[in-house]
């Protein structure tokens, strides 16, 4: 596709269960954010990946939230043993380098709601 | 460490208002500063951006200048539009990664 797809668009899982969200960057960008909207806050930055380097997973906020990237294309971030405050807009993007010269792209979002 | 201030939303405006909305950021160095604007329903885009002092950014009839003495980067539009109604996020980029603030709602009205 053209732009940046992130599924599921909605999720919806009770307390204790694991989540897997998937991104698909634009192709030939070969770096890739992940964002977290809570309500009513800003993005929070989760991880970065720029193409085979070791990704920046300083944003992780726990060691229950991981994230992988295959290659320079799709990216699955997982949440185990969710709890309620991982309730967010999970947000995925993309760019052609990691640079402030690109524009970052960014998907629609999975909205996480976690009972 | 690096952060972002953003004016408190929702900003009312009637139409043909003019707009500021307000930015100040701390970062390391001197970062290229951004803003992303969410149209509702739709994903995060860019408006603008400026990559070094006194830069202005400018887009659809918005601008923001690169003020490095004020660390500054307020968003200004002369006569806004219903069609500019949107979330803002003003985002300095530091060490490889966008700070974004908390977002500014504007809300347009005819």
């Known amino acids: 596709g053209a732009g940046v797809s992130q599924s599921p668009s909605n999720k919806v899982t009770e307390k204790g269960k694991d989540v897997e969200l998937r991104c698909d960057p634009i192709s030939g960008h070969t770096a890739l954010y992940w964002y977290r909207q809570r309500l009513g806050q800003g993005l929070e930055f989760l991880i970065y990946?720029?193409?085979?380097?070791?990704?920046?997973k300083s944003g992780l906020p726990s060691d229950r939230f991981s994230a992988e990237r295959t290659g320079e294309s799709v990216s699955t971030l997982t949440i185990q043993r969710t709890q309620q405050e991982d309730s967010a807009v999970y947000l995925c993007?993309?760019?052609?380098?990691?640079?402030?010269?690109?524009?970052?792209?960014f998907g629609p979002g999975t909205r996480l709601t976690v009972l | 460490g690096n952060s972002v201030t953003q004016m408190e939303g929702p900003v009312t405006l009637s139409e043909e208002a003019f707009l500021t909305i307000n930015c100040t950021y701390t970062?390391?160095?001197?970062?290229?500063l951004f803003w992303y604007v969410q149209y509702p329903g739709e994903g995060l885009q860019l408006l603008l951006k400026?990559?070094?002092?006194?830069d202005k950014g400018s887009n659809k009839g918005f601008e923001a200048t690169y003020r490095k003495e004020t660390t500054s980067f307020h968003l200004e539009k002369g006569s806004v539009q219903v069609s500019d109604s949107a979330v803002y996020f003003c985002a300095p980029y530091n060490t490889d990664k966008l700070i974004f603030g908390t977002g500014t709602r504007l809300q347009v009205f005819p």
């Open positions: 993007a993309s760019s052609f380098a990691g640079v402030s010269m690109y524009e970052q792209f």
């Open positions: 990946f720029q193409g085979n380097s070791a990704p920046d």
């Open positions: 970062a390391t160095g001197y970062p290229s």
């Open positions: 400026a990559t070094k002092a006194d």
